[in-house]
């Protein structure tokens, strides 16, 4: 399973970074990826990083602000999100895949993080 955790309020232009603490199997053969969902929105699938070697993707809308890294010792994946803007709150969630890909289902999620980036 996966755990979510790190998120809050933060004001405008601040950064946080969330945490997704892997147990219960081997992150090293999956990719991790975020996404998230705003109330009355659709999912918006952000960052992937395949296994290793680790390659990553991002959304434009996120590109240049968030950075997805992995830690396959400590089962742990991270999201460092810079810059942050009011339309980034939403609840984050990490999610366990066979690769990186639009379509590709996934195999482990956690519950989610809010995040509310507000003034």
């Known amino acids: 399973q996966l755990e979510e955790s790190g998120g809050g309020l933060v004001e405008p232009g601040r950064s946080l970074r969330l945490s997704c603490a892997a147990s219960?199997?081997?992150?090293?053969?999956?990719?991790i990826g975020w996404f998230r969902q705003a109330p009355g929105k659709e999912r918006e699938d952000l960052s992937c990083?395949?296994?290793?070697?680790?390659?990553?993707i991002y959304a434009d809308s996120v590109k240049g602000r968030f950075t997805i890294s992995r830690d396959n010792r400590k089962k742990m994946v991270y999201l460092q999100m810079n810059n942050l803007e009011e339309e980034d709150t939403a609840t984050y969630y990490c999610?366990?895949?066979?690769?990186?890909?639009?379509?590709?289902?996934?195999?482990?999620w956690g519950q989610g993080t809010p995040v509310t980036v507000s003034s």
């Open positions: 999610a366990a895949y066979t690769g990186c890909g639009v379509g590709i289902p996934s195999v482990y």
């Open positions: 219960g199997f081997t992150l090293d053969y999956y990719a």
């Open positions: 990083i395949t296994g290793s070697p680790a390659k990553t």
